[in-house]
């Protein structure tokens, strides 16, 4: 098994910037593909970025393209997503997730664990 704690989340002015760590407890996660997701209120959940097992291999959605960026550091079991010029729609929590067979996905039903989300917020 997996589990998955998010930090970094807060308030932040429009412009400005946060970075969101997703720490895991479990081997399996230097070989698993680890996906960020957002759920703003009354919307559904949203696929954010996804990288790769090695690290060499990324994957956003055209919101978050230019402007954020995944990474991770499997010697702290750790994937980090650096948000960059927020805005007020990127208000949401963020969830990060692992799928196991190390292959990225923008649909969350692919996932096979789940953190519990950490709150971010941008005041325009």
């Known amino acids: 098994q997996v589990q998955l704690v998010e930090s970094g989340g807060g308030l932040v002015q429009a412009g400005g910037s946060l970075r969101l760590s997703c720490t895991a407890s479990?081997?399996?996660?230097?070989?698993?593909?680890v996906g960020w997701f957002r759920q703003a209120p009354g919307k559904e959940r949203e696929f954010v970025a996804a990288?790769?097992?090695?690290?060499?291999?990324?994957y956003y959605t055209h919101s978050a393209a230019g402007r954020f960026r995944i990474s991770r550091d499997n010697a702290k079991n750790t994937v980090y997503l650096q948000m960059n010029s927020l805005k007020p729609e990127d208000t949401a929590v963020y969830y990060c997730?692992?799928?196991?067979?190390?292959?990225?996905?923008?649909?969350?039903?692919?996932?096979?664990?789940w953190g519990q989300g950490t709150q971010v917020t941008v005041s325009s």
């Open positions: 997730a692992v799928e196991l067979g190390g292959i990225l996905y923008g649909t969350e039903d692919q996932y096979d664990y």
């Open positions: 479990g081997r399996a996660f230097s070989t698993s593909a």
């Open positions: 990288i790769g097992a090695s690290g060499d291999d990324t």
